[in-house]
């Protein structure tokens, strides 16, 4: 009994230490999920028992889609639970918790459905089910309070409302005590969350670097106030933690940095036209959405042979699927 607590003891002190001195060789799911811890802290130190059932929301989803693709056979390349977090993440401090329930589900069920049909798409489903949910309900998941409860307008909705003039603190915009978002409000907790991913050869500072250069467009041209703009938890949750992330890059080098910046400039020219946080958020999984799309025609330019053939399988099933089924005739007895 010693002798097998002892094994077991210097198995997890090696896996601690190989997660500590080379993460790049870990799963990739668990480096993600480490990046986002700080993250989820600061939202329950913030919001707290209602961070905590947001996040049980998602682990649940993400379980059951474990569950799933157990039943169905289908192997997976990740953890489903990891969009179902990123999803979560995103979904206002004074949302009704059927919208996270909704972001979640739909995560879950995206990743299912990217492993078993795209599995080469680079994309962060979690946030993609975030924009589909809040387009589709026209701003359910939008609701915020301030931490310690009460209905508050998050920074960016503030700022619009007081026509263009600062309305909190930067400090505590860094630090994350402020209405947004339920698990990405604190910038200081995306930062240490973004350390780690660069750490573990995960994140692509020239990603963040031209994200950036892009976001200041807007703001030179509209002459705002750059430490307010971009002093932001939410944006650079979605613009570190998810669109840098190298997993979801296109592969070519100029893509990369092409990404970024028209991300950035995407995200913060949104708000011209009076859209708040949940604009930049949702710019930057349509750019996801985009850059696969992008990837995909290429692939296709170079592989037309084998698109001919899977499109005429896909007709062939099609039809199969369409003919109305008939009993076979009965045999005359003989």
Same mark, same amino acid.
């Given at each position: 009994m010693?002798?097998?607590?002892?094994?077991?003891l210097e198995a997890a002190l090696t896996w601690v230490k190989r997660i500590g001195v080379e993460p790049e060789a870990a799963e990739p799911s668990l480096v993600a999920a480490i990046a986002l811890v700080p993250s989820v802290v600061a939202g329950v130190i913030f919001f707290g028992l209602d961070? #905590? /059932? @947001?996040?049980?929301? $998602?682990?649940?989803?993400?379980?059951?889609a474990h569950v799933a693709a157990r039943?169905?056979?289908?192997?997976?390349?990740?953890?489903?639970?990891?969009?179902?977090?990123?999803?979560?993440?995103?979904v206002g401090s004074g949302a009704p918790l059927t919208w996270a #329930? /909704? @972001?979640?589900?739909? $995560?879950a069920a995206f990743e299912l459905g990217r492993t078993r049909y795209v599995p080469a798409a680079r994309l962060q489903v979690g946030i993609l089910a975030y924009a589909v949910v809040l387009v589709?309900?026209?701003g359910g998941p939008g609701v915020y309070v301030a931490p310690g409860g009460g209905p508050s307008a998050e920074p960016v909705r503030q700022w619009l409302a007081g026509g263009g003039h600062a309305q909190l603190d930067p400090v505590r915009l860094y630090v994350g005590n402020v209405a947004g978002p339920a698990l990405a409000t604190s910038m200081l907790a995306v930062a240490v969350g973004a350390a780690w991913l660069w750490y573990s050869r995960r994140l692509s500072l020239l990603v963040v670097l031209t994200f950036l250069v892009g976001a200041l467009v807007p703001i030179a041209v509209e002459r705002w106030s750059v430490g307010y703009q971009l002093d932001s938890g939410?944006?650079?949750?979605?613009?570190?933690?998810?669109?840098?992330?190298?997993?979801?890059?296109?592969?070519?080098?100029?893509?990369?940095?092409?990404l970024g910046f028209l991300t950035g400039a995407a995200a913060l020219a949104a708000r011209t036209r009076g859209l708040a946080i949940e604009a930049s958020l949702a710019a930057v999984a349509w750019m996801q959405?985009?850059?696969?799309?992008?990837?995909?025609l290429n692939w296709v330019r170079g592989h037309r042979e084998e698109t001919w053939t899977r499109l005429r399988e896909l007709r062939g099933v099609a039809?199969?699927?369409?003919?109305?089924?008939?009993?076979?005739?009965?045999?005359?007895?003989?």
């Open positions: 010693v002798g097998q607590a002892s094994a077991a961070a #905590l /059932a @947001v996040l049980g929301i $998602a682990l649940a989803a993400g379980l059951l039943l169905l056979g289908q192997p997976l390349d990740g953890t489903p639970i990891v969009p179902a977090f990123v999803g979560v993440a995103l #329930l /909704a @972001v979640a589900v739909v $995560a589709l309900s026209r939410p944006l650079w949750f979605a613009a570190a933690l998810v669109l840098a992330d190298r997993r979801t890059l296109p592969a070519s080098g100029v893509g990369r940095p092409l959405v985009l850059s696969v799309v992008v990837q995909g039809l199969t699927l369409g003919r109305p089924h008939r009993p076979r005739p009965a045999q005359p007895p003989s």
